[in-house]
Every structure is written in structure tokens, then in C-alpha cells.
């Protein structure tokens, strides 16, 4: 039977028409016509829809069940306790992965009888969903109701989650869906099917999957939910935004009242179980945990911030990853970090650096940042320094440093800038203010034995913001006196050249187109160990050293091997010495090579973490650093023997000058043996100590964002003195080590000890270097094996003098009147010296000749 495109229409315009119906005369149609329409259209019907229905399939995602199943998961911090104290959460990641034995019988059932009451009986599909969206797949609110479980959960990882924005696109998912869903229950077990679908779905306030709605709406595992609290989240997923039990409890009550229904309905609870759960006032807790929740939610943590990129690095070096492939797995891949972080001494750490009683000051630095369009098109861009140059020219403040006195007065100098640069009339095209407290400090502790990270602070204050500026790992500023044990003395001692006895003489010194001064201002002190070099932080023999014992090159390699990474060629310089270098350090990098130090010479790289792991368990990074020798053994000892003084209650001779005090007893506390080394820079823009005991290595910096002085005695500024770091530093390790042993440092067997001089370095001469006018300057050093000096003192001379007047005698002198004197011998120049006044003296003028 064939009947055309036209005919038909006709045929079914007849029917349609009010003077053409059954019964008519001739224009009547029979019952045999309809049946034929009927068939046609079905044979018709069927004949299309079987190709169509082909093609689709043949454009179906290629079929592999280990796809279908949730990827992104959000990444885990754990502390040294094994506590989460960080979770880095992606876009589409903010879900924690359960297996099936961890979910509860009752929230298998819930979601099952809401959700799919055949599911473990159907084959992936159901005849009466596929009946339900015949009539809703053509609507354009159709929600996709009646889907299975696992046709929700194909959709959500092969199809993006169905967001189809026509009709026709709705109806190709579906069929593919379909087919999909058919492929997969018959290659996987249902208990997978189904724990992979509660891992994957949505359930509001950006949680994914059951377990990290569990604990963000209840606080504890999915495993310890009850029967109401299952409901609860089963009830969500039909519209995650109106069932949110946070947002709207009454939507939620409803629904988790039909989805105890369904279950007892189903067989699965008891009346009374319905009735019990029903009674639970669940939304009291919900949004007691929400309180909670909301009061935790903070930026990450210092700490937090470095691993993050010690992690990416490490992704990045050892599997060639790019920073987009690293960021994605970090966030998004749900790995397991393990670190180091003791949460113990971390809250030492923030305690003592957030307390104002450890501040003699208290200024506020304004962050700014104002574009303005001005009236001719020209845009204009002010940053604090306007503010500041504004403050100095227009209000008549010249010596203003950027410092306010309070936030206030930070706020009221900003709002007069502002409308300064709006005179003209022009128009705020961006704008951003901050304040930040002064002075400013960073401060790591370190394990180091084993190279662990324990603790890190980037600053004081309010951390308001994830990855910003990290001034423990990311701040670079100069290391002032800390660097003479790196780039000099350590060199010095390492190559067997000095010794702790080696003697420089102190006294005004010009070298390389500079001027070199001590910290404590134009007194010299003539010639004097290593050991008081380091002791009392002197510069001028510092720079010798380097300049006659290692040389420039030297030193810079030598503080490269211990993880200095920011040395350039243009450091290869005598002011290398003194941490004048071109690009400043950081105090993590400092801190750990001061560590090497404190772990008899051997160089780990920080660790931050002791291993990643993904979603699995496979280890994909391993934390435990790779251990290199970078001094002897000896050496790092002598280094910690000489830096133990530097914390004891010392004053290096001053023979009238100027009385020169050992720099870290401020830092010093009682209990433990203590070895460090302070360091200031030029008009006290830094402040520095690091020091270490036999268990922690730790280093504090102090300074303002900005570079100004924390102490002015000529202007009487005082932006926090130069001592708060110090106080800080002993406070933190004091508390650290409370209830610990002191085992002391242990001494290598290869350190001997021998007598010697201190003021020429070598084997004292008998009768004369203890009979040095200011006291005997004989005393014990240590040495490693091999370089006890061999010499005799050259420095000491014993000569004859006129008893009358302690110069030299002339012939006038009577013999009877003579007697023996010790005195030094200088270089020449050496007349400003404090060894200078015990120096070769004049002719006596008493029995001179007429």
C-alpha cells in the first residue's frame, strides 16, 4: 500500500474537518483506512527511528568503565600528628573518596529507595524511567527525573552532567546514556556502581560526594551518620540548591520525610525506625556544625603556602609536568600530604610572634594601589609611595618614612590622597587599600638531624589571603653579620688555611674602592681570633680573611653548597662578608644552611613534606632529602664551639675605647646548650639571629616591608628597636625545649686541643704571653687534628725598660733602675689600635740628655 506525503495530509485534514466525520455519505472513511495510516506511520516511525537511533550510538564516547567513576578529588594536609589541618579544593574536587564498606547500610538504602528502587534487580536501565522521559525528553523543562543510578552516574562523568540546551542534544545523551549504562552493569558489580555514584554526586555548598557532605553538614565520617542524618543527605541530590539543609531546612525536612517514607515503604526501616528519625531535630546540629565550619574557614597557613610550592616543584621536576599539570593534580587529584609540621611547636611559633608585648613599637604601613581616568582620557596610577611623598611635600613632614602611628590615621592620609587625585575631577577606575602592621618578622624552626620543617611563620598579623607574600620563604633581604660564618669563616676553617686561633689585626681598612667599619662605630681593637671575630661579630677581620685566607669566589661557593641559591657573580666582593650581597636571602634558606652547620656539615634540602600520595596509596613523591657533606665535621664543630660564646655573657677588651659585648645573650635562656649568630644591616633596616641546640635549628628575621630603619638614635625613630627578635627567638625555643635533656654537642674525634696565644694564634712563648699587661693571653683551643700551630708567638716581645718611666732606656738611665716589660708588636698604622697603647714605647725623657 503506498500512498504519498500529500495524500496523507489530505487524509488527516478530512478527519480534522466538522463536515467530513464518520457516517457521511461518500466522503466517510473506513475503519480499514485508519488501520493503514496506523501501520504506515509506525512502520514509517520505526524505520527512522532505528537509523537515527543507529547514528547516535555509532557517536557515542568510546566505552571504558575505569572512566566512569569520579577523577577529581580534593588534596589532604596532615601534620606530624596525623591531623588534617589543610585541604586544597580545585574546581569540581571538593569531595574525599569512600569505599563501599564505609558507607552505611542506611544511606545505601535511602538513596537507593528515592533514587532507584530496582537497582539491584534491573540491567542499568528501567522500562519505566525510559517511559517517564518519552514524555518529558520533548519538554524544555525536563529535568531528567527517572533516571537509574547508574544512568546519573554516567551522565555525571562521561556527560559533564547533562547540561544539554535543546531538546535534540537531551534525547542523544539519553539514548547513549542508556546504551552506556546497559555495557556497564554488565561489566561491574553493582556495590561499585553504586559507591562510585555517592562519591561523584553534587550535594550542595560546593561539597562532592557523600563524605564531604557528611563532614561539612555533620562534622565526622560517613560512616558514623545515623538514619535521619542519611536522609538528610539522600534528600539533596534531586535539587542540591532548594534541598540544602543549611539554606532552606524546611525543603530538606520535607524531602527527607519522603525519603523515610520511601524506605519503610520499601521494606527497608522499621514504622518506628520512621518515626524515630523523624522526631531527630537533625537542623539544630546542622547548623551548629555550619557555625563551626564557617569559623574555621580561613586562608592557608604560612606553612600551607611553602609546601604548596615545594610540592608543585617537586611534580614538575620529577615527572615533567607543567605548572598547569602540577596545580591540576594538587587540587584536584586527591593526594594524601604527609608533613612534618609539629602543631605543638607551630603554636609556639604563632603565639610568640602575634604577642605585642614582644614589640617595643607598634606602626601601621599602608598598602596601596588608586588608577584614575582623568578628564582628557590620560590614566594615572598612585601606589603608598604618592601617599608618602604627598605627606612629606604637601603637609610638611619631611622626615615621614611611610609609618603610621594607627590604622586611622593610615586611613584618614589615604582618604586626602584620594580626593587630592580627584580634584581635577577625574573618575576611580581601580582601587585597593591595606593596612599592615610594623615591624614585620618571619621565623623557621627546623629538625636538623633530619632537615624537617617544624614550624613557619611569613609574618605577624592577620594572614588575609592564600599564597601571598611569604617573607620566610619569599622575602630576600640582606643577611647582614650571619653571612661571615658562610662566605668566610667557615671556608676559612674548612680548608685547613685559618684556624679559630688565626688572628687578624682590626684597624681602620680600605679595600676595593670601600671603607670598612665595625658595627659599633670607628674604634679599633687590634688583633684578635676567629673565635672573638665570630664572638663579637667584628667586621674588620672578617673582611681580611676573605680578602688574604679565602678570596671572594670562594666564599660565595662555599655559601652556595649550603643552599644560598641567590648568589650571583657580582657577590664575588669583599662586602660579601658582611652579607652585603646583591640579592639579599631568605630566612629558609638561611635558616637550613645554619642547620648543615648544626648537623656536623652535612646539607639537606628543607623538608616540608615526608611523602604524597595519590588517591590509591602509591607514593608519587618521597620526601626523605638526599644528604651531602658540604664542610668537615670538624669544622662544623669549631663553628658551633665559637658560636656557643656568642651567646654567653662576654666583652672583648677594650683597653679605654669602646666596650664591645658578645651579640646573641638577649637570644640566650638557661637549660640548654645554645649556639648562634646575630646579624644587623646598615642603618638597622634587618635584624637576624639564628641559632640552634643540639635537638632545633631556628631563624628569625625582623624588619619593615618598606626598608625603614627599626632604630634612628640621631632622629630619634624607633620602629621597634633592634633587639625584639632576639626576645622572640629565646621565647619560642625556650618554650620549645621545655622538659628536654642537654646532651651538649657532641665533639668529633677529630678535634684536639693545644695552648695557644690569642693574640698572634700560634704556641705561646713561656714567661711572656701570660705576662701580657692586660691579663695572660694564654688560653685552650680546639683545633681539628692536623692544624695545632707549630710556631711561636711573634706578637708578644719582652723587653728592657727604665723602671721610672716604662720606655725604653737611654744611656742616662741607671742600670739599677732597669727592669722587663711585655709589649706588642703592630703593624705600621697600627698606633689607633687598643694593642697599639701596649706597643713598642718611646725613649725615656726622665734621664734624657740635656
Known sequence: MNFSKNSINRRISELKSPKKRLGHRAGSITLGTIAGITVFIAVT????????????????????????????????????????????????????????????????????????????QHRGIDIRSILRAVTGVLSDNYSGGGS????????????????????????????????????????????????????????????????????????KDVSQLNLSEC??????????????????????ASRREIVLSEMYRQGYITAQQRDEALEDDVYVRIQTNDIASRSESHPYSWYTDELIEQVTGDLKKNYGYTDTQAWNLLYTGGLQIYTPQDPDIQKIVDEEVN?????????????????????????????????????????EKPDFDGLFATEAEANTARDEFRARALSDGGTILSETSDTVIQP???????????????ALSGGRGEKKASRILNRAADSLRQPGSTFKVLSVFAPALD??????????YDAPLSSDGKIFHNWWGDDYKGYHTIREAITYSMNIPAV???????????????????????????DNNLATALGGITNGVSNLELTNAFASIADGGVYRKPVFYTKVTDQNGKILLDGTPEATRVMKDSTAFLLTNAMTDVMKSNTLYDGGGYPVHSTGTTAAFDGMTIAGKSGTTTRNNDVWFVGYTPYYTAGIWGGCDGNQSLSNSETGVNNGGTSFHKIIWRKIMQRVHQGMTDPGFAVPSDIETADVCRKSGKLPITGVCENDPRGSSVYTEYFAAGTVPTEVCDHHVRITVCGASGMRPTSRCPESGLTQKVIMTVPDGGDVTDDSAFAMPDYCSIHSPD
Open 45 to 120: 516511525g520505526l524505520s527512522f527511528g532505528y537509523g537515527a537511533i543507529r547514528g547516535i550510538l555509532a557517536e557515542s564516547p568510546v566505552y571504558d568503565p575505569s572512566m566512569m567513576k569520579p577523577t577529581e578529588y580534593f588534596s589532604s594536609i596532615y601534620n606530624s600528628h596525623g591531623e588534617v589541618v589543610q585541604q586544597l579544593i580545585g574546581p569540581e574536587s571538593n569531595r574525599i573518596r569512600v569505599t563501599y564498606d564505609e558507607l552505611p547500610a542506611d544511606l545505601v538504602n535511602a538513596f537507593v529507595a528515592i533514587e532507584d528502587s530496582r537497582f539491584w
Open 148 to 219: 537509574t543510578i547508574t544512568q546519573q552516574l554516567i551522565k555525571n562523568t562521561v556527560f559533564n552532567g547533562g547540561a544539554e540546551k535543546n531538546a535534540g542534544s537531551r534525547f542523544e545523551r539519553k539514548v547513549q546514556e542508556q546504551y552506556l549504562a546497559l555495557k556497564l552493569t554488565h561489566d561491574v558489580d553493582r556495590k561499585t556502581i553504586l559507591t562510585n555514584y555517592l562519591n561523584t554526586i553534587n550535594l550542595g555548598n560546593d561539597t562532592l560526594g557523600v563524605e564531604a557532605a557528611s563532614r561539612r553538614y555533620f562534622g
Open 231 to 252: 536522609a538528610v543527605i539522600a534528600g539533596i541530590t534531586q535539587n542540591p540548591a532548594r534541598y540544602n539543609p543549611i539554606t532552606h531546612p524546611q525543603d530538606n
Open 355 to 395: 604577642d605585642p608585648s614582644n614589640y617595643s613599637a607598634a606602626k601601621i604601613s599602608l598598602d596601596y594601589r588608586l588608577s584614575v581616568s582623568e578628564t582628557d582620557g590620560t590614566i594615572k596610577n598612585y601606589t603608598q609611595d604618592d601617599i608618602r611623598t604627598y605627606i612629606r611635600t604637601q603637609k
Open 440 to 454: 614585620q618578622v618571619s621565623f623557621v624552626l627546623m629538625d636538623q638531624n633530619t632537615g624537617e620543617v617544624k
Open 495 to 504: 680548608s685547613g688555611q685559618a684556624t679559630l686561633a688565626t688572628t687578624y
Open 544 to 570: 681580611l680573611c676573605l680578602r688574604d685566607t679565602v678570596k671572594p669566589q670562594n666564599g660565595v661557593e662555599f655559601a652556595r653548597n649550603l643552599g644560598i641559591s641567590t648568589l650571583t657573580a657580582t
